[in-house]
């Protein structure tokens, strides 16, 4: 048995090969949970209503400030919109408060508006892109439900995000602002959306494929039956699409979830996102190591190695980087395999994801609805995004007819959240 063979066969001992997931299956079965969610039935999804819209244009020579809250950085500006594009100034990085050491929330409430006080005498829109767990209120505030990713703001549960910044604006004698609170994965959608041509697609959806997993879409305020309004303008919801839990697993996405500190919870975020994937892969590599599948000098430079993350697993599905565990080429070849087999795996999690919600909007027939989708995964992986773009082409084109566009950004948190602001004043 080759090399080859032998990663073959243990991937499907531990139920982890990519073919497990089947598209064909699992696409009408995540769109069920969609449809029943977004009538306020059960669902492993959040599917929250962002009260925002991506409908309409904007208008040159508009402008908004911003502010990016995130696991690590936190990031304001100034964001001007102009034929073609946007240009982006005054942006000032500094380190999220409570990173170093806890702070309140009236602190950080106070550092935010130290942030953006220079930036209020040339906007009054402000969009701040809040990456941490927050429902969206029907004034398109955000009412915080715990801030997390190592930052510690003592607090923070239950206050309103941008309430609470107007009123300490106000204190200091600045009136008259408007504020909008969004995710990341929103603004992405946001963001790229807001230079293209929006009557060329029949639909948008937003995707984040790095780090962590989530999609968002935006819809008719009529397919969302929870919310209970009216009107023809369309509302972007927020999947919280990590937390699905509708596709089966392996034994070490199972071992992983244990040993996590968020054990059950996350599941389609554990099957996809690169924070998991080299873990995963990590502990595959010790069973294997343990089964005699690796030569003795590689099992024990396996056995030695700390968790690795998706960069590693890019360098080695490509052949790559296998210095780090020694042995011999038979090694490397099984290496290989296991991480090309997650690669594939996750985009098949995520042309699930997309194709479900292609099939919830109902478009890509006459016009092709369009993917916007940022994150190291997507941007930078090797393996991964052309797998996905394959699979679409397969199962989205080929099988459905439905016409899709995958288009892959950078940096569209800011222009996003100035999007947010100025389109849903």
Known sequence: MTSNEKAIDFLERHGMTPESVDPDVYIYRMLSEMKAG??????????????????GVLEPG???????????????????????????????????????A??????FIRFTADAIEPLMDRADAIGFCFSYAATITPERD?????????????????QLVGASLLQELERRGITGKHIVILNDTVAVLLGMAAGLDKSRYSGFIGQVSGTG???CVSLPVSAVGKLGLEGDKGVIINLESGKYDGIQGGDFDRLLDEHSHN???????KLTAGVYLGEICHLMLNAAADEGLLSDECAGKVRALPVFDSAVLDAWACGEGFDILGGNEDDHSFAQTLSLALFQRSARCMCVNLLALAELIGGGRDKPICMLAE????QKGRCYRPEL???????????????????????????GSAAAALLNT
């Open 263 to 269: 054990p059950g919870q996350k599941h389609f975020e």
């Open 62 to 100: 508009v402008q908004a400030a911003v502010i990016d809250a995130g696991g690590t950085n936190f990031r304001s500006a100034l964001v001007h919109f102009q034929p073609g594009g946007y240009t982006v100034t005054d942006m000032i990085k500094r380190k999220m408060p409570g990173t170093d």
């Open 213 to 215: 997993t989530n999609t």
């Open 102 to 107: 806890p702070c309140t929330w009236e602190e």
């Open 375 to 378: 994150g190291s995964l997507v």
């Open 142 to 158: 955000g009412r915080v439900i715990t801030i997390d990713k190592e930052v510690v703001v003592t607090g923070c549960e239950g």
């Open 389 to 415: 773009e394959r699979l679409l082409q397969l199962y989205g084109t080929e099988k459905r007819g439905i016409a899709l566009e995958l288009r892959v950004g950078e940096e569209t948190t800011l222009p």
């Open 38 to 55: 977004l009538a306020g039935e059960k669902c492993s999804m959040d599917m929250i209503p962002t009260y925002l819209s991506n409908d």
